[in-house]
């Protein structure tokens, strides 16, 4: 007896079960059907003539003040750009540039003088910028390491950074074409006879510094071969601290491009007169390049930049001109609606018979016919 009752206990609970399963069976087929029907409920609204020009015409208003917002921030902020690489090479060198600046004993020092256009509120920041340099090159974005550059000689594969990877059978730390190619034009400035502090701290990002260039981890046999690239690394400072060659192995992907050199902190006033004292070591004759010495004030917008400006000028200029002519097409060639009624009427009239019914309709909701669609 009490097997038996406890047999049709669990089969009354089972039963119940499978009847609680089929609505939610049910209820998920349903979804999926509707999902794979593209019938879930959505916003679907109905492009009238009247909404689309309105919308047009909204998004062109909106545009067109947040440009010319971006283009007053633009034009804020004051720059001084100098270029310097064809004037400071001596004249008895001006048609060999290339002997020029790779001869050792002829003194690349040079001195330039800047006029101030406008007041410049500190921070200054100065940037060198390169034109004709592809860093964005395969070969030469792909010659580096770096686990090399957070382990140091604890990971001896090199050879991706090959041709740069060893020397005198010794591993390269930073190796690479990137870190051997090191910018190493120098600037110093000053203000009558007072040299102006240029801080050089924190002008690469943090991320970098934390966490791509290790604290432990100190220059080893670099620039020590022959062939000399750039700029050389002080072995007793690590790399997470060398923030010239951070900031140089972030690589551009155009061929112009500014790095950051350091930051001016103190105001430079109108028609100020600013000597530089540099020195031109850096080789960008031997493939046409240009070196460019530049001093940028900042926005909210960040530096000099127009195109994000004249982009929303533009794109707000074409909404509204579309405006205009939807709104004169539908001027000239309105368009009647579809009236619910018409539609209703349509479900239960065979094609043939579906213009006399709209006939129909138009002439008892009009009083006469306007047109036929």
């Known amino acids: 007896m009490d097997v038996e009752g406890s047999s049709t206990l669990s089969g009354n609970g089972a039963q119940s079960v499978e009847s609680r399963s089929r609505p939610v069976r049910r209820h998920l087929d349903d979804a999926v059907y509707q999902f794979t029907q593209q019938n ?3 916003c679907k609204p109905v492009l009238t003539p009247a909404w689309v020009i309105s919308m047009f015409m909204l998004i062109g208003v909106i545009f067109i003040p947040i440009g010319l917002l971006c283009l007053y921030a633009s034009e804020s902020v004051i720059e001084i750009v100098d270029r310097y690489d064809t004037d400071c ?7 060999q540039k290339v002997a020029y600046i790779k ?3 002829v003194t690349k020092n040079c001195t330039r003088y800047l006029k101030v256009p406008k007041y410049m509120k500190a921070p200054i920041y100065i940037y060198y910028q390169l034109d004709n340099y592809y860093q964005n090159h395969r070969r030469y974005v792909k010659s580096r390491s770096d686990k090399q550059l957070l ?14 990877g060893e020397n005198n059978g010794l591993p390269i730390v930073p190796c690479g074409l990137i870190a051997w190619s090191l910018f190493n034009d120098t600037y ?10 240029v801080n050089r701290k924190n002008i690469a990002w943090r991320s970098d510094r934390e966490h791509k260039f290790a604290k432990d981890v100190y220059p080893i046999n670099f620039q020590s071969g022959f062939l000399i690239g750039g700029a050389t690394l002080n072995p007793n400072i690590p790399l997470s ?3 010239d060659l951070i900031v140089w192995m972030r690589t551009a992907a155009l061929p112009t491009f500014r790095k950051l050199y350091g930051r001016i902190e103190v105001d430079l006033e109108e028609d100020d007169l600013i000597m530089v ?5 850096y080789n960008t004759y ?6 460019k010495l530049v001093l940028s004030t900042t926005s909210w917008l960040g530096g000099r930049n127009n195109f994000l400006g004249m982009s929303y000028i533009a794109v707000g200029s074409s909404f509204i001109f579309l405006a205009f002519v939807f709104l004169l097409l539908h001027m000239k060639n309105p368009r009647l609606w579809g009236y619910k009624s018409i539609l209703e009427l349509e479900r239960h009239v065979k094609l043939e018979d579906r213009t006399t019914a709209k006939l129909q309709i138009l002439f008892e909701k009009f009083g006469f016919i306007t047109e036929v669609y």
């Open 188 to 197: 110093s400035f000053f203000r009558g006879e007072y040299a102006i502090k």
């Open 40 to 42: 879930l409920p959505a």
């Open 89 to 95: 090479v001596p004249d008895n060198f001006k048609s």
């Open 241 to 243: 601290d060398q923030e």
């Open 286 to 291: 031997s493939f046409g390049g240009r070196k």
């Open 103 to 105: 001869d050792s004993s």
């Open 277 to 281: 004292d540099l020195v031109n070591n």
């Open 151 to 164: 382990h140091g000689l604890k990971y001896n594969d090199t050879s991706s950074c090959n041709p740069e």
